[in-house]
C-alpha cells in the first residue's frame, strides 16, 4: 500500500481505497480525489494542507467545522428549496480526529465530494457569470448572521493590502533579480498606486465598513456547477474562511471572472476587465446578498473590485521578487507573468470606472 493510500484509508470509515488521484489546480494545497468501496459516497477529497502558509492547521479545522454546521442549520430551517445547496463536511479518521497528522508533521485532512458537479477555471458565458455571483452571494448571505469573532483568523494580514505592501518593501531590497523592462514596469504600478491602498483598511477603521465572515478566495474555479442544471450548488476551497470585509470577496470574484483571458495567459498585454460579465456576476451577486449590504458597502464595491487585483499582483510580484517561496510556480518567470496579468486588468479596470460605478449605481435601484 503506497502512502496516499495509506493515509486515504485512515478516513475511508474502514472501507478500501480503490483508487487515489490529483485533482483540482490549486495553488497552496495538494489536493487528491480519493474512490473508495462504497456504493453510496464512492469518492471524497484528501489534502494536504500547505503549513508553510497556513501555520495553524489545526485552527483552520477549527473554522470549518464551525461555519459549516452553521450553513447547514440555516439550510434545515429554510421552508422553500429554490435549488440545491451543497456544504461540503469535515470526514473523521476511525479515532474520530478531524485531521491526520504524519511523524514528518505534514497535516492531512478529508473533506466530502460535491457529486454531479464540476468546477470551470474561466466564465463561459454570461449565464454562467450569473451562476458565479449568485454562488458567492448565496454563501455570504448564509453566514451573513455568524459573529466574525467566533472565528479564528487563520492568515493573519491576508487581504489586508497594505500589510502585503509592507513585506513587499522588506522584500524589494534583498531581491536579486535581474532588472528587465517587465520587472521596471511593475516597480513603477506599485509605485504609483501604494498611497491608494490603503482605501479599504481606511473605511474599516474609520467604521464605515464592517467585519463579516468571507470565503478569502471566491475565484471562478471554486465555484461548483452542477453538471445537470449548470446552477451553482456550492463554493469549495474554505480554507480561507476568516473575519473580513465582503469587497475583498466580491473584488476577487469579479476580478477572476471578469478577465476572458484567465489570470495565467502569458499575453498579459490583451487582458481586459469585461463590464458585460461584471454586471452579470453582480446581478447574480445580489439576488441573494442585498438584503444585508449597507449604504457604505456598496458606496466601496468599486474600489474593492479595483484593489483586489492590484493586491493579487503585488503578491505574485513579491514572491518573484523573493524566489517564488509562496505560490506553486511551474517555470522560473511564472510569478512575473501572473504580476503583469493583475496588473494589466487592474488598469482595465482603472479605465472603466465610470462605467462600472454605472453598474454597481443600477443593480442597487
Given at each position: 500500500m503506497d502512502?496516499?493510500?495509506?493515509i486515504a484509508q485512515q478516513f475511508a470509515a474502514s472501507k478500501e481505497v480503490i483508487a487515489v488521484r490529483a485533482f483540482g489546480s490549486g495553488n497552496i494545497n495538494d489536493t487528491f480525489l480519493v474512490t473508495i468501496a462504497d456504493k453510496t459516497t464512492p469518492h471524497f477529497v484528501l489534502q494536504r494542507i500547505d503549513t508553510h502558509v497556513f501555520q495553524q492547521p489545526a485552527l483552520v479545522m477549527q473554522n470549518m467545522q464551525i461555519f459549516t454546521q452553521h450553513i447547514s442549520d440555516k439550510l434545515s430551517k429554510e421552508t422553500t428549496t429554490e435549488r440545491r445547496w451543497?456544504?461540503?463536511?469535515?470526514?473523521?479518521?476511525?479515532?474520530?480526529?478531524?485531521?491526520?497528522?504524519?511523524?514528518?508533521?505534514?497535516?492531512?485532512?478529508?473533506?466530502?465530494?460535491?457529486d454531479d458537479s464540476e468546477s470551470i477555471d474561466i466564465i463561459q458565458d454570461i449565464q454562467h457569470g450569473r451562476e458565479v455571483g449568485y454562488a458567492l452571494g448565496r454563501f455570504h448571505s448564509l453566514i451573513s448572521d455568524l459573529d466574525p469573532a467566533r472565528l479564528a483568523d487563520t492568515l493573519e494580514g491576508f487581504h489586508i493590502t497594505p500589510k502585503y505592501l509592507e513585506h513587499y518593501h522588506r522584500v524589494l531590497p534583498t531581491t536579486k533579480v535581474e532588472r528587465d523592462p517587465d520587472v521596471e514596469y511593475c516597480l513603477k504600478f506599485v509605485q504609483e498606486r501604494q498611497e491608494w491602498a490603503r482605501v479599504l483598511e481606511d473605511a474599516k477603521n474609520d467604521g464605515l465598513l464592517t467585519l463579516r465572515p468571507i470565503h478569502g478566495d471566491p475565484?471562478?474555479?471554486?465555484?461548483?456547477?452542477?453538471?445537470?442544471?449548470?446552477?451553482?450548488?456550492?463554493?469549495?476551497?474554505?480554507?480561507?474562511?476568516?473575519?473580513?470585509?465582503?469587497?475583498?470577496?466580491?473584488?476577487?470574484?469579479?476580478?477572476?471572472?471578469?478577465?476572458?483571458?484567465?489570470?495565467?495567459?502569458?499575453?498579459?498585454?490583451?487582458?481586459q476587465f469585461d463590464p458585460h460579465m461584471c454586471r452579470a456576476i453582480l446581478e447574480g451577486y445580489l439576488s441573494q446578498a442585498s438584503g444585508f449590504l449597507t449604504a457604505q458597502d456598496y458606496l466601496y464595491l468599486f474600489d474593492g473590485i479595483r484593489l483586489i487585483a492590484l493586491e493579487l499582483g503585488l503578491r505574485f510580484f513579491t514572491d518573484y521578487l523573493a524566489g517564488s517561496v509562496y505560490f506553486k510556480v511551474k517555470y522560473p518567470q511564472h510569478n512575473l507573468d501572473r504580476a503583469l496579468v493583475q496588473f494589466q486588468l487592474t488598469a482595465s479596470i482603472e479605465a472603466q470606472e465610470t462605467t462600472i460605478r454605472s453598474i454597481i449605481e443600477e443593480l442597487r435601484a
Amino acid at each position: 500500500m503506497d502512502r496516499l493510500t495509506t493515509i486515504a484509508q485512515q478516513f475511508a470509515a474502514s472501507k478500501e481505497v480503490i483508487a487515489v488521484r490529483a485533482f483540482g489546480s490549486g495553488n497552496i494545497n495538494d489536493t487528491f480525489l480519493v474512490t473508495i468501496a462504497d456504493k453510496t459516497t464512492p469518492h471524497f477529497v484528501l489534502q494536504r494542507i500547505d503549513t508553510h502558509v497556513f501555520q495553524q492547521p489545526a485552527l483552520v479545522m477549527q473554522n470549518m467545522q464551525i461555519f459549516t454546521q452553521h450553513i447547514s442549520d440555516k439550510l434545515s430551517k429554510e421552508t422553500t428549496t429554490e435549488r440545491r445547496w451543497a456544504v461540503p463536511q469535515v470526514l473523521f479518521t476511525l479515532a474520530g480526529a478531524d485531521s491526520w497528522v504524519e511523524p514528518d508533521g505534514s497535516f492531512w485532512r478529508a473533506i466530502s465530494f460535491i457529486d454531479d458537479s464540476e468546477s470551470i477555471d474561466i466564465i463561459q458565458d454570461i449565464q454562467h457569470g450569473r451562476e458565479v455571483g449568485y454562488a458567492l452571494g448565496r454563501f455570504h448571505s448564509l453566514i451573513s448572521d455568524l459573529d466574525p469573532a467566533r472565528l479564528a483568523d487563520t492568515l493573519e494580514g491576508f487581504h489586508i493590502t497594505p500589510k502585503y505592501l509592507e513585506h513587499y518593501h522588506r522584500v524589494l531590497p534583498t531581491t536579486k533579480v535581474e532588472r528587465d523592462p517587465d520587472v521596471e514596469y511593475c516597480l513603477k504600478f506599485v509605485q504609483e498606486r501604494q498611497e491608494w491602498a490603503r482605501v479599504l483598511e481606511d473605511a474599516k477603521n474609520d467604521g464605515l465598513l464592517t467585519l463579516r465572515p468571507i470565503h478569502g478566495d471566491p475565484k471562478v474555479n471554486n465555484i461548483m456547477i452542477c453538471t445537470t442544471t449548470q446552477q451553482a450548488i456550492g463554493i469549495v476551497d474554505l480554507d480561507t474562511v476568516k473575519p473580513g470585509l465582503v469587497h475583498y470577496d466580491i473584488g476577487d470574484c469579479l476580478r477572476s471572472g471578469c478577465n476572458p483571458l484567465g489570470e495565467e495567459t502569458k499575453d498579459w498585454k490583451q487582458v481586459q476587465f469585461d463590464p458585460h460579465m461584471c454586471r452579470a456576476i453582480l446581478e447574480g451577486y445580489l439576488s441573494q446578498a442585498s438584503g444585508f449590504l449597507t449604504a457604505q458597502d456598496y458606496l466601496y464595491l468599486f474600489d474593492g473590485i479595483r484593489l483586489i487585483a492590484l493586491e493579487l499582483g503585488l503578491r505574485f510580484f513579491t514572491d518573484y521578487l523573493a524566489g517564488s517561496v509562496y505560490f506553486k510556480v511551474k517555470y522560473p518567470q511564472h510569478n512575473l507573468d501572473r504580476a503583469l496579468v493583475q496588473f494589466q486588468l487592474t488598469a482595465s479596470i482603472e479605465a472603466q470606472e465610470t462605467t462600472i460605478r454605472s453598474i454597481i449605481e443600477e443593480l442597487r435601484a
